[in-house]
């Protein structure tokens, strides 16, 4: 296939079945990885782009965009910015993952820190500063991913290739839950499709989306933290379960789709393949369930896959490592 922008291969990700239960419940895990920046954030960093463009009538010269991000949105925008020669900035904090700081920068793109350099999720920060250059009569535009309205509609192709692979009568659809725009995006169109579709967005244990109480996680990119902003994006209508997963659950079943199924997938899709296959046990016959691989584990080698690491955390990598989440019923799709 020959193509004449890196736009084109946004999308049209595979969908893999992942697990079918003995009553023939079954999970479905869009690979959003193989979108070019390697997650989901492909998807709504071109919508936020295409809209941002149609605003800029008269507007002389190149534009300078700015976002806060944990490192796949700036990715993503990165790789938008660099195919359009216009400059990206990058609010980033010591929690992103070295991998998706690199990555900004290999594709042209400026990071800025804040907060303290010691892995600390520094979300408020990071807005306040992007808010900051935006009103600095810089030139700076914010793409404001937590209340801009493309960040949810860059979903809907998402929802029409689940539907074109599965038709309408998907029984769940569990996803992560950061800005909100993936997993409310994606709900509301199918929501119109099917009203009976269980939506459940699932955050990290610490983060406040769904209350509190606030502490520290390290699923990268999904959920809020205490002291950050919850955004306009997340529809709470769409929404009918909000889980908590902690971070040795969605740890554990990353480790376990590496080892079992040769699948590198990142923490918060860890998290939601977890709560996916508890609603599995229970789900009616033949139920479909669906939910969003955000990004690559490859990002995360240093970090969820690294003994080293784990250990650091204070967890245990042979307590995941033993963690089976088939043993309730060992079938495997095939
Ligand atoms: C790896 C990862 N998972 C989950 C999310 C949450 O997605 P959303 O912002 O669409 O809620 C993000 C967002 O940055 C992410 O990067």
Redesign the pocket.
Known sequence: MIIKSLTETIGNTPLLRLYQGDNGATIYLKLEMFNPTG???DR?ALSMIVDLEASLHGFQGQPKIVES?????ASALSMLCASKNWQFTAIMDGHASMDKVLAVQALGGTVRFVGANDGELSTALRDAEARRLAESNDGFFWTA?HDNPA?SAGYAGLCDELVSDLGDDIFAFVS????????CGTAAKLKELNPDVLIVGVEPEGSIIFGGPAHDYHQ???GTPAGADVGLVIDYSVIDLGKKVPDRNAFAVCRHLAKSHGLLV?G??GGAVYEAFRIAQTAPEDAKIVTIA??SGTKYLDTIFSDRWLRSQGIDPTDLDSFDFESAAEHRAQ
């Open positions: 997650s989901m954030k709504m991000s944990s490192g796949n949105t991913q960040n992560a839950i950061g800005t909100g725009g993936s997993l990268s990119g999904t990142g918060s899709t955000c990004d």
